[in-house]
């Protein structure tokens, strides 16, 4: 009887397993991540210069994230004089109180200014951090002997979404982190991720722009979306076939352990 019974367990697993297999069952083109797509005239271009090049290079993206509204920026401000360089650091004193905003960093306003001590309003939005850097710089040097000055974003994060393994919003320190870094950071897509068609959702000067993204294509490291900008959204869509293969294992599966399962109690009470 145990044994009839655990045979009938494991055919029941086994169909189940079956069916959750036929997801895997993908081209590899559509799942193998920068892929070398190559044209007539460029293969043949390769084979007339192969004796003179012998990698296989990509030009390389530079990307510096630019200060938008609503950014958070810690500004760090030293010199030889410490005791003066301490007016212009309200966000290191110890008498300044947790529930207050600047506790957290300088809020870019609407109009894309900061207020600073001494400085006051100060442009920002629409610069790069060294330029804003350099530009504190030159008004410090009113004020203090050869100023020191370190500016962070402070809300620099991406939020990764849909057919990955850990969906989520992730805070970055180094202001740079490019799309495969994010999706590395979220384990990865998930077998049903679609590479083709990764969804760019980006916010720049109160626009929101929607930007389609081949993973597979190596002429990605090229593209602008290649480096992430703060508060930019990453979405990996579910393939088709993934809507095939659940509408079918939700609508086989119970048909198949309802009957496994009716056979094994007429099996019963037949034993009994």
């Known amino acids: 009887m145990n044994t009839l019974l655990n045979t009938l367990f494991k055919q029941k697993l086994t169909i189940l397993l079956i069916l959750t297999s036929l997801s895997?069952?993908?081209?590899?083109?559509?799942?193998?991540?920068?892929?070398?797509?190559?044209?007539?005239?460029e293969i043949s271009s390769r084979i007339e210069?192969?004796?003179?090049?012998?990698?296989?290079?990509?030009?390389?993206?530079?990307?510096?994230?630019?200060?938008?509204p609503n950014d958070i920026l810690k500004i760090y401000i030293t010199s030889i004089n410490k005791e003066a360089s301490s007016f212009f650091n309200p966000l290191l004193s110890s008498e300044l109180r947790v529930d207050d905003p600047q506790a957290s960093g300088y809020l870019v306003d609407s109009y894309g200014k900061?207020?600073?001590?001494?400085?006051?309003?100060?442009?920002?939005?629409?610069y790069t951090?060294?330029?804003?850097?350099?530009?504190?710089?030159?008004?410090?040097?009113?004020?203090?002997?050869?100023?020191?000055?370190?500016?962070?974003?402070d809300n620099f994060k991406i939020t990764v979404l849909g057919e990955v393994q850990r969906p989520g919003?992730?805070?970055?320190?180094?202001?740079?982190?490019?799309?495969?870094?994010?999706?590395?950071?979220?384990?990865?897509m998930t077998i049903f991720g679609n590479r083709k068609t990764v969804l760019l959702i980006r916010e720049e000067y109160n626009k929101r722009n929607f930007i389609r993204i081949d993973?597979?294509?190596?002429?990605?490291?090229d593209s602008p979306s290649y480096f992430l900008h703060p508060n930019d959204i990453v979405y990996v869509?579910?393939?088709k076939g993934k809507t095939a293969v659940s509408d079918n294992f939700y609508r086989i599966a119970p048909i198949l352990i309802s009957t496994l399962t009716l056979i094994s109690v007429l099996i019963i009470r037949f034993q009994n």
């Not at 895997?24 to 005239?41: G, H, I, L, M, P």
């Not at 210069?49 to 938008?68: A, C, G, H, M, R």
């Open 215 to 221: 993973m597979t294509d190596r002429q990605f490291f």
């Open 114 to 126: 900061i207020d600073l001590p001494v400085l006051g309003n100060v442009k920002v939005a629409g």
């Open 24 to 41: 895997a069952c993908r081209n590899q083109k559509d799942v193998t991540y920068f892929q070398e797509k190559k044209s007539d005239e």
């Open 129 to 153: 951090v060294p330029q804003i850097r350099d530009t504190l710089k030159l008004r410090l040097s009113k004020y203090l002997e050869n100023p020191s000055v370190r500016v962070i974003f």
């Open 49 to 68: 210069w192969k004796n003179f090049t012998s990698k296989d290079t990509t030009k390389l993206v530079v990307y510096e994230p630019v200060i938008q």
């Open 237 to 239: 869509e579910p393939t």
């Open 169 to 188: 919003v992730y805070s970055v320190r180094n202001e740079r982190l490019t799309l495969p870094e994010a999706l590395g950071l979220a384990g990865d």
